[in-house]
């Protein structure tokens, strides 16, 4: 309903943007004086529009001449022969290096970045086996603790026995 | 959009398109001839179209210093890319669709947000800029008063500074520089009707602007319209 009604305003806001000049001559445009007479908001932006022009027709100069200027016709001719020239001369000597050291750059930021690539998305696969074997030696041999050696005597028995008895 | 009467056109600050009768056919061959490389043909094109150009730079800008600068570098730009220019449209629609870009370009780069400030003025010609247009009987009153024209101005110009850099150029192409909407669309890349819908937006904001400094002024005289 809404934009129902917003799509009506709209309608009818370009043809009030004609009749500003005669605002009088809205009223004999039925349908718009219609609209206005329902539709207070557009009755308001109809008054504020053409309010708005009497801000122009007070504010703004009623005669501003720009009489043609030839010193200005001399510098806008000027300003084009300069722009042309700087087109047309050639640059300087060092400037095919200056094209060179850019391709080079551009050419160096994509060869880094493909590289960046290759070693974020292959790397970790190449290394993948030697990960896994690495791992496979530190279950044999790193990470169980050491086994206590065995007694291997009688008296060697009977001297732990002793040791835990006295709190050692 | 029957029953909307033909509307004459507003003829303002003398800066009309008809006010400098240009032929089409004459201006079409300067445009061929510059088009090949001939620098004189395109000078006779400036000499034409230059004070118009200046007028609506001058009025889009809001009288700003830079207005001749802009003005050169929209024909400097012309002519650089004048072979790309397909005669479709008259030379001047197409110049003042390059203008347009040139100031609202401008407008980006400067942000010209504000001409005048209120710090500028005291309070008593802030009480005169905003009481005027409600006294105003219309265009004859007060014509001989510069300060009070001053004055009008400066009022519209804080006005116009509360608007959108597009809004704003649209109204003062048409109120000022006296195009019609469909000018103002070709220099927009707009359709008509957009263009009426924005600028009687715009006016309304205008008018919204200027209340809203009536109210934060409780002492002003009433809006008597």
């Known amino acids: 309903m809404f934009n129902f009604k917003q799509r009506a305003c709209q309608k009818y806001r ?54 043609p200027s030839e010193p200005f016709v001399a510098r806008v001719m000027a300003a084009i022969r300069e722009q042309e020239k700087r087109v047309s001369a050639p640059g300087p000597l060092w400037q095919p290096l200056e094209i060179l050291a850019s391709r080079f750059a ?7 970045l493909a590289l960046c690539v290759f070693l974020g998305e292959f790397a970790p696969a190449l ?22 050696a065995q007694p291997a005597t009688q008296d060697e028995i009977l001297m732990s026995v002793v040791d835990v008895d006295n709190g050692i | 959009m029957s029953g909307v009467p033909k509307m004459e056109k507003k003829e303002p600050a003398g800066n009309r398109p008809e006010s400098r009768p240009v032929d089409a056919e004459y201006e079409r061959q300067l445009v061929r001839q510059a088009q090949k490389g001939d620098a004189s043909a395109y000078e006779e094109l400036v000499r034409m179209h230059h004070p118009r150009l200046l007028a609506v730079v001058s009025g889009i800008l809001r009288r700003s210093e830079d207005s001749e600068d802009v003005a050169q570098q929209v024909l400097v730009k012309a002519y650089v890319s004048l072979k790309r ?47 005027a247009p409600a006294h105003t009987g219309g ?66 904001r205008l008018v919204e602007a200027y209340e809203r400094r009536l109210k934060s002024r409780p002492n002003m005289h009433p809006r008597s319209s």
Not at chain 2, 142 to 147: F, I, K, P
Not at chain 2, 183 to 189: D, K, P, Q, R, Y
Request: proline content about 4%.
């Open chain 1, 14 to 67: 370009t043809r009030m943007e004609d009749y500003l000049q005669w605002p009088q001559a809205a009223e004999r445009d039925g349908e718009l004086a219609d609209h206005l007479r329902s539709c207070a908001e557009c009755r308001e932006m109809f008054a504020a529009a053409q309010l708005s022009r009497r801000f122009f027709a007070d504010g703004e100069p009623q005669t501003r001449e720009f009489p």
């Open chain 1, 106 to 112: 551009v050419v160096a930021a994509v060869v880094l």
């Open chain 1, 127 to 148: 290394r993948q086996p030697e990960l896994a074997s690495a791992t496979a030696a530190t279950e044999i041999s790193g990470d169980w603790p050491e086994p206590p």
């Open chain 2, 85 to 131: 220019f397909d005669l479709r449209s008259a030379f001047g629609t197409w110049l003042y669709k390059i203008a347009v870009n040139e100031c609202l370009d401008y407008f980006r780069k400067k942000k010209v947000r504000r001409t005048v400030y209120e710090s500028d003025l005291s309070e008593e010609q802030l009480r005169q800029i905003e009481v």
């Open chain 2, 139 to 204: 265009p004859g009153r007060g014509r001989d008063d510069a300060a009070t024209r001053a004055q009008e101005r400066q009022l519209l110009d804080r006005l116009l500074s509360e608007l959108d850099d597009s809004d704003r150029t649209m109204l003062v192409m048409k109120e000022v520089s006296g195009f019609t909407v469909e000018e103002i669309g070709e220099a927009f890349g707009l359709n008509v009707n957009t263009v009426k819908v924005r600028m009687f937006r715009a006016r309304a």
